[in-house]
């Protein structure tokens, strides 16, 4: 009789997490927004289906490049160029350094820039979604986002409602960090002047694709690479268990703890004490399909987690340049068996 209510017991609360995880899983918000009308923030398997060719020229694509640090002056006459400059009829994608030159042209006519200028000062190009390239890509609509400092509200509007792959325009000085460095630092943002700033990185892993959403205008650049150094550091340290239990104790957008997950972590505890790097581990987590009762998140100074009746087998931290970890180190000791700076 004890038995059968044992298992009775059990076989319910099987049952019911398994219903809890269905339902969060299919019903869970995302809670990352972007201010456009656009479907900015769509599925794993989505933005994967055509990322292999997504930025390949057609047969039928202007191929002639810009040099980048020549005056743009003596490479095209300006006035030929609009949103149909060299757009390719077939495809609709143009090559990026024309659509930095279309940019360009504008922050001229904007008083910001001279023709004397190339193409290499309009600013920061980043693809959405991005992914390691080998070559200089084509580009689609609203699939770059920029980060300059050569810009204004009325330019930057301008920019994204006359240059038709520009997603949005950030102002910023890319040498300036983003987020905030720790819990003595205020929140530094760039100012997101037109357009939606939400993009994904997809980083490859010998385990599969890691989709990253981020708002760029409030979360540190980091783009995908061939190999993540930081990762191959961070699956050296797994191999050395078999199902551990981790805290990454400076989450950012989620990559290292969600990559711990795909690989062999029984559970992580994801930390930031940033807001937004919070929001957007929890969305993150969402859209790589990691189930609930996978992960905890907490927005907390690491030295002050509300956390320590737990152990953990391991500590990450992944601090931004030049932040001093020792007092990080030293309170992560108590509760974690070892740790790891990334």
Same mark, same amino acid.
């Given at each position: 009789? =004890? =038995? ?10 099987s ?5 809890l ?8 918000? &995302?809670i990352?927004k ?6 900015c923030?769509?599925?794993?398997n ?14 039928? =694509? ?11 002056k003596?490479q095209?006459?300006l ?5 149909n ?22 922050m ?11 193409i290499?000062?309009v ?14 890509p ?42 905030? +460095? ?24 010998? $385990? ?12 540190h ?12 550091? $961070? ?8 199902n ?32 937004i790097?919070?929001?957007t ?5 969402? +859209? ?13 100074d ?11 087998? $391991?500590?990450? &931290? ?25």
């Open positions: 009789m =004890c =038995c059968s209510i044992i298992f009775i017991t059990y076989l319910i609360n049952i019911t997490i398994y219903f995880n269905y339902f969060y899983n299919k019903y869970h918000t &995302i990352m972007c201010r456009c009308k656009r479907n923030i769509i599925s794993r989505e933005v994967l289906e055509d990322i292999q060719t997504r930025y390949n020229p057609c047969s039928d =694509c202007y191929t002639k490049k810009l040099k980048k640090s020549i005056p743009i003596r095209l006459n006035d030929d160029v609009d949103k400059y060299k757009k390719c009829t077939s495809c609709n994608k143009r090559h990026i350094d024309t659509v930095m030159a279309h940019v360009l042209k504008i001229i006519e904007n008083g910001f820039l001279s023709t004397t200028s190339s290499r000062k600013g920061t190009p980043l693809i959405t979604p991005a992914v390691p390239l080998k070559t200089s084509y580009l689609p609509e609203k699939s770059l986002v920029l980060i300059t400092q050569h810009t204004d509200n009325k330019t930057s509007e301008k920019i994204y409602n006359s240059v038709p792959e520009i997603k949005s325009v950030i102002k910023g000085d890319i040498n300036n960090t983003v987020g905030q +460095l720790n819990e003595n630092n205020g929140i530094h943002n760039y100012k997101l002047q037109s357009g939606c700033d939400i993009r994904c990185d997809i980083q490859k892993t010998d $385990v599969g694709e890691i989709c990253l959403y981020k708002p760029q205008s409030k979360i650049i980091e783009y995908p690479k061939e190999e993540s150094l930081k990762l191959k550091q $961070v699956n050296e340290i797994l191999n050395k268990y078999d551990p239990t981790v805290l990454d104790a400076m989450c950012g957008a989620g990559t290292l703890g969600i990559y711990a997950l795909l690989k062999n972590a029984k559970k992580v505890h994801f930390n930031d004490i940033y807001d790097a919070v929001d581990t929890e969305t993150n987590l969402k +859209l790589n399909n990691i189930p609930c009762d996978k992960y905890e998140i907490t927005q907390e690491i030295c002050n987690l509300s956390c320590t009746n737990q152990r953990y087998d $391991v500590g990450l &931290i992944d601090a931004f340049p030049g932040v001093d970890t020792s007092g990080y180190e030293t309170f992560l000791k108590k509760i974690c068996k070892e740790i790891y700076i990334i």
